[in-house]
Every structure is written in C-alpha cells, then in structure tokens.
C-alpha cells in the first residue's frame, strides 16, 4: 500500500514506512476536524493526544530519550502528510518537532570538540531535558525564537532580555510568532543575556506556561493557518530557574554549526506542509473535472480544452514545488554531505520561495477551473488558497530568498542568522 507520506519522500527504509504509518493513522482524526478549527480559528485540543497517543510527538527524538528515532525525511514526510489532512495542525507539529534541534545540535557539537570540559555538563543536560521531555515524557512544545524586530544584517533580530538573579534569570519581551501559544506544555524561548549585542548573547529557556509574567499576545486572526495559535507570548519579568537555562556564551552559535541547513537544518519541513496543501487542492480538482459531465458531451469536464490548459498548469507547478522540496531535502538529510553549507543555505534561499509560489498557483488554477460551485470559504479550495496565503510570507517571501541567494553567490558571504539588539 503507497503511503500518502510516499508521494514526497521516496525510497522509504522499513523503519521510516513503520514511522509513516503511524503518521498515515492519525490523518483521519486530523481531517476530521480541521474545517471548524479553521473556522474557528482555534487549535482543536484533542489532536494533541491524538498525536501523542501514536507516538508522534517523539518521532525525530533519538530512541535512547524515549522517541521514534526518524529523521528530517521523517518529519518532512510528517508535515507533508498532515498538511493535507489538516495544516494548522501540521504546522504546530512542526513547530513542536523544530524543538528537538536544541537537544540534537548542542550533542552533535559537544561530539565536535565545540565546547570545553567545564562547559559540557551543562549543555548536555539541556539538550537531554528537551529529548526526554518530548520523548519520555511526551510534552508538547512551542518553540519561540521569532520577534517583530527587523534587521537589514540579519533574519531574526533577539530583543527580548534575559537578566541574571538569584537562583535564576528574569525574562522580558515580546515573542510575536511561533505556533502552540496557550496549548504548549513547555515554551522554549530564545533570549539575549542584557549588556550584549551581538548572536553570541543569545540563550535558551524552558519557560512554564502559566509561570507570572507571561501571558498570551492577542489572538491572532490570520487568513489561514488559523487554527495553529501563532499569536505569540509576552514574559514580564519572568523568573526561570538555573537548570531550565543554557546561558553559555556563544553556546547557540556553536550548536547552529553543526546544522546542515539554513538555521537550524529543519525548516524545509514548513513548505512540505504547503506542498501538501496544493497536493489536496490538486486532487481534489481533479476530481471534480473527472466526474462531472458536460451537459452536451457526456464526456468528463476535464476534457474541455480550458480545462485540460489548468490542469496542465497544476501538474506542472505540482512537480515544479515537488522537485525543489526533494532536491532541499537531499542535500539535508544525504548521508554524506553532497554541497558545502553554504551552498546548500543559498539552495534553501531559493527552494523556500519557489516551493511557495509554485504551491500558491496550483491552488488558484484549482479555483479557476472548478467554478463558482467550489467558492465557498470552508470548501477544500478556498480553504487551501487562504492556507498557501500563508506561505508567500511566512519566514520570509521568494523576492527576499532570491535577493539573500544572489547576494551570496555575488559577495560569497554567508548569511547572518540571527542578530541581537540592545
């Protein structure tokens, strides 16, 4: 039996197809309620233990912590199949599976030699409690690294502070994007120590959820994506414990060298979401061309000229959307690294933007060529135009992808990531 997970990720080893089966089981429950979650504009509770009662919720966690031991063909797979089942669901997954890179990186660098003996005790027992918390334990996460600040030399600008007291340090700020908001078990938040200005400042927290002084921003009201509650946090003096820190000096940037990929190595799981999203809108159009009639003809819809233009036009944006993911995903997941990091950075640039884009246009020829009958707002079209809305800005847009790639293969610079401002 093909795998909806197999029509993106090809040549499944055993154990990731007995991992793509679990996801494929949870499709159904996710599909059943997404319509009035996006409706609603709530995260539908219940598909959190749907997800943790297969086991999903460690799926990219290392066995030895409690969880599935997949991979990025794994959780690109994931995203692909949940996105279309049911997106804001599969992008608050993502978003939960992009915490596990604060547990994999800081042990991969440890392995390097990037950080000394006094310092090794304490970035393994962060990284441990992020994988046995999503592994053992089955916490759900939301991962906030994104601010409303902007900076001309870097993608995401850290404002928020976090200041040294007593048995702990005081967080403040305002996290403006980063899915789970109010549905988390953990929040994971990146901070700069206050008196430095610069990526080495930044630290990571485990923030309780209904610790004082944080609070849920207001609700956001997107034109898709609205179940994912992505309105953000803002923490007030937020005290936050020794241990739930990693507050080593340059600790983040170190742990981010050992990423394969653009921050950190999983971000093309995002736009596999999208991917699938058009994969819905497409079959779901062609459906509607296959089966009904022209009235004179008899013969199926989808053989009218005007339609047969459409449908070539979604099957080539399809596979277009298609070959850009596979080839990110190569490069991220080979076993052997086939392009230098910067390389495969200037690739993401790009591949981000064009899988968007391509995604985009499958839906509004989907639109196009089923009529005024599919126009409504909770139908499988309207409802994927809105969700791949999203997706032209989400992270950043494909005009800004292609600038940032062109800049580096003209300057030959890397990219700054992350900045931090006083």
Request: charged content about 20%; aromatic content about 6%; hydrophobic content about 45%.
């Amino acid at each position: 039996m093909t795998l909806i997970v197999e029509q993106f990720v090809e040549r499944l080893t055993p154990a990731e197809r007995a991992r793509a089966e679990r996801v494929e089981s949870v499709l159904p429950a996710l599909r059943a309620s997404a319509s009035e979650a996006d409706r609603d504009g709530t995260f539908h509770m219940p598909n959190v233990e749907v997800l943790r009662e297969a086991g999903l919720l460690g799926l990219v966690v290392p066995v030895e912590y409690g969880g599935l031991g997949g991979g990025l063909r794994d959780l690109a797979g994931a995203a692909y199949a949940m996105g279309t089942a049911c997106p804001s669901t599969a992008m608050a997954y993502f978003f939960h599976c992009s915490a596990v890179s604060r547990g994999m990186l800081p042990l991969e660098a440890i392995e390097r030699g990037l950080f000394t003996e006094e310092e090794i005790p304490t970035v393994r027992a962060f990284a441990e409690k992020v994988l046995t918390r999503m592994g053992t334990e089955g916490k759900f996460f939301a991962n906030f690294a994104s601010e409303s600040a902007k900076s001309a030399s870097a993608a995401v600008t850290i404002q928020s502070t976090a200041v040294p007291v007593e048995g702990g340090y005081r967080l403040t700020g305002v996290k403006s994007f980063g899915c789970n908001t109010g549905v988390a078990d953990v929040y994971l938040v990146a901070a700069r120590m206050d008196g430095t200005d610069t990526a080495g400042g930044i630290a990571l927290f485990h923030v309780d959820p209904n610790a004082e002084g944080v609070a849920q921003r207001t609700k956001w009201d997107a034109i898709g994506m609205r179940a994912s509650a992505t309105h953000g946090i803002t923490m007030d003096n937020v005290f936050v414990p020794t241990d739930e820190a990693l507050v080593i000096p340059a600790a983040y940037t170190r742990m981010m060298e050992c990423s394969r990929g653009s921050f950190v190595g999983n971000q093309l799981a995002g736009p596999a979401i999208y991917l699938g999203v058009a994969t819905s809108a497409y079959n779901f159009a062609l459906n509607q061309l296959m089966t009904r009639k022209l009235q004179d003809t008899g013969r199926p819809i989808a053989e009218n000229p005007y339609h047969l233009e459409l449908i070539g036009k979604m099957a080539v944006d399809l596979e277009t959307a298609g070959l850009w993911l596979r080839r990110q995903l190569e490069l991220e997941a080979s076993e052997n690294p086939l392009l230098p990091k910067d390389r495969v950075v200037q690739q993401w640039r790009m591949c981000k933007g064009e899988v968007c884009d391509a995604a985009f246009r499958v839906a509004t020829h989907a639109l196009k060529a089923c009529g005024t009958s599919a126009t409504g707002m909770s139908a499988p079209i309207p409802r994927a135009i809105r969700e791949l809305t999203m997706g032209l800005v989400q992270g950043f847009p494909a005009e800004r992808g292609r600038l940032e790639a062109a800049r580096m293969v003209v300057t030959g610079s890397e990219q700054n990531l992350f900045g931090a401002q006083q």
